[in-house]
């Protein structure tokens, strides 16, 4: 493991997972997912002793969503989108994860933000579904996952317009993030949730996250039939290799 | 469009896109980072006032621009006057 991605189990239950990929920013680089899958390996070893988890990301950016050269790979129809299994692995775990959203979420990186159970996100922040922005579907679960977070409305125009919004404009607009505050307080108010969880009985809790959690691996089901086939046609048209290139210029 | 206009467009875009602004406090030969703006919300402002000016300038031709004069000054290029 290359240490971009570090997992911290505290006494009392509380398992930290921070995503810390300065360089690239919390893009999935190929070093990023392979840290986050081993750690989610990692997880399931000690699940025990895991009552409740916390995922946080850097303060700038939580997490950025794919890269270019996995882009790129796509639209030459090679590789499978291996990222999708890191929103597999978030919703199968088997205690309750809280997403704690200091910085932009973009793409992917707020995929990931939708398939934990609870949501903390800074005001200063931004959400962004930006697929659209680079002329190819949603992926990771977004088309069903993201109007849970947002509600459908809100989702709709997020995924059509690809605007990176302010979360302050959600928090006007109206969704389902549980709690919109500033950025200082994204970390403290994740760990209350967090330790009010684990003084629970963990095998209720678990008994809990088994049925709240049956209807998102149903929602990322679905959307992987959909989304799998939209990429197979969008990452095809000549337009998108061109708009994936523009849209990563330095 | 005067250049003046483009200014009024893009500091009222700034002040939507920026906690606590001003559109009277805006001075456009500041960056938007000196108020406080990270990337991304400078990304939202350019494409936003791009929109709103109905021009599209390539990113390349963005990256070395230093201050809201700046900007105004390539989105000139752009604008059929």
């Known amino acids: ?250 | 469009m005067t250049r003046f206009e483009v200014i009024e467009v893009m500091k009222r875009i700034i002040a939507d896109n920026l906690d606590d602004m001003n559109v009277d406090n805006i001075d456009p030969q500041k960056s938007m980072k000196d108020y406080g703006a990270n990337s991304l919300d400078m990304i939202e402002v350019v494409s936003c006032s791009m929109r709103e000016l109905n021009i599209k300038v390539p990113r390349a031709e963005l990256a070395e621009i230093q201050d809201i004069d700046g900007l105004a000054d390539k989105f000139m290029e752009y604008i059929d006057t």
């Open chain 1, 1 to 250: 493991m290359s240490g971009i991605i570090k997992l911290r189990i505290e006494d009392d239950g509380i398992a930290w997972i921070k995503m810390r990929d300065e360089h690239n920013k919390n893009t999935f680089s190929r070093n990023f997912v392979e840290d986050f899958l081993d750690i989610m390996n990692e997880l399931e070893s000690f699940k025990d002793s895991v009552r409740v988890m916390v995922l946080q990301g850097l303060y700038d950016v939580f997490c950025a969503g794919a890269d270019e050269d996995t882009l790129i790979a796509l639209t030459r129809g090679k590789a499978v989108v291996r990222d999708i299994a890191i929103s597999e692995r978030l919703i199968n775990l088997e205690f309750p994860v809280i997403a704690a959203v200091e910085g932009h979420a973009m793409g992917g990186g707020l995929a990931m933000a939708t398939c934990c159970d609870i949501v903390v996100a800074a005001r200063e922040s931004r959400f962004g579904a930006v697929f659209m922005s680079m002329g190819f579907t949603p992926g990771m679960g977004m088309t069903t996952l993201l109007s849970e977070l947002v509600g459908p409305y809100v989702a709709s125009e997020m995924m059509f317009s690809a605007k990176r919004f302010r979360v302050s404009e959600l928090e006007r607009m109206g969704t389902n993030i549980n709690h919109i505050v500033t950025k200082i307080r994204v970390l403290p108010v994740a760990k209350d949730i967090a330790r009010q969880i684990a003084e629970k009985n963990p095998k209720s809790v678990r008994l809990l996250k088994y049925a709240l959690s049956a209807r998102k691996k149903k929602l990322l089901v679905e959307a992987r039939m959909q989304e799998d086939m939209m990429h197979r046609i969008s990452f095809n048209y000549p337009e998108t290799l061109k708009n994936i290139r523009d849209a990563y210029v330095k």
